[in-house]
T-cell receptor
Framework: AQSVAQPEDQVNVAEGNPLTVKCTYS??????LFWYVQYPNRGLQFLLK??????LVKGSYGFEAEFNKSQTSFHLKKPSALVSDSALYFC???????????FGAGTRLFVKA | DADVTQTPRNRITKTGKRIMLECSQT?????MYWYRQDPGLGLRLIYY???????NKGEISDGYSVSRQAQAKFSLSLESAIPNQTALYFC????????????FGSGTQLSVL
């Protein structure tokens, strides 16, 4: 069965510093991997996805994620954090033969000015 | 206007009551989903539908039922609400099997007393 783990409940970073939000996954076959962001009182918004190709995927708002097959990881990164990046971030996975997207528990990012 | 609209935004009900949450979309997507969000658990899939005649159970379908009235409408029912169904409920849509980016509504906060 497919699963997603986000090992950190919360990540704190100072504005201007790089940020990383971690994600590992387990899936049979080749994975489709996603990151979504949730701002207060809003639904989830798509940030980026990895299907195939380059291991470094670029997405919205300056975010990027690196797919590492050997470590089964898909960490979200940004070179310089903004206060407005503070939100709840979800990693998600769907296997190529499946029909469902499974989400991690979420990581709350706090960016301090 | 939002592409994926959920009604109501908030609902308080009592144990044992029947309640329906509604979702409509203007994106023209065939696939629709219901998720619930609980703190520390992320999003869990309740039901999903790939077209009007296709309904499938997700991870946590017990105590819930759904109806796909049209391509654009997918409703979730709690036949006899119980307190542990208190959660934030999200409807989502997607295009199809090779592009599983999900588009979410703003959510319905349900409280069962």
């Amino acid at each position: 069965a497919q699963s997603v783990a986000q090992p950190e409940d919360q990540v704190n970073v100072a504005e201007g510093n790089p940020l990383t939000v971690k994600c590992t996954y387990s899936v049979s076959g080749n994975p489709y991997l996603f990151w979504y962001v949730q701002y207060p009182n809003r639904g989830l918004q798509f940030l980026l996805k990895y299907i195939t190709g380059d291991n470094l995927v670029k997405g919205s708002y300056g975010f990027e994620a690196e797919f590492n097959k050997s470590q089964t990881s898909f960490h979200l990164k940004k070179p310089s954090a903004l206060v407005s990046d503070s939100a709840l971030y979800f990693c998600a996975v769907r296997d190529t033969g499946g029909f469902k997207t499974i989400f991690g528990a979420g990581t709350r990012l706090f960016v301090k000015a | 206007d939002a592409d994926v609209t959920q009604t109501p935004r908030n609902r308080i009900t009592k144990t044992g009551k029947r309640i329906m949450l509604e979702c409509s979309q203007t994106k023209g997507h065939d696939r629709m989903y219901w998720y619930r969000q609980d703190p520390g658990l992320g999003l869990r899939l309740i039901y999903y539908s790939f077209d009007v005649k296709d309904i499938n159970k997700g991870e946590i379908s017990d105590g819930y039922s759904v109806s796909r009235q049209a391509q654009a409408k997918f409703s979730l029912s709690l036949e006899s609400a119980i307190p542990n169904q208190t959660a934030l409920y999200f409807c989502a849509t997607s295009v199809g099997p090779n592009n599983e980016k999900l588009f979410f509504g703003s959510g319905t906060q349900l409280s069962v007393l």
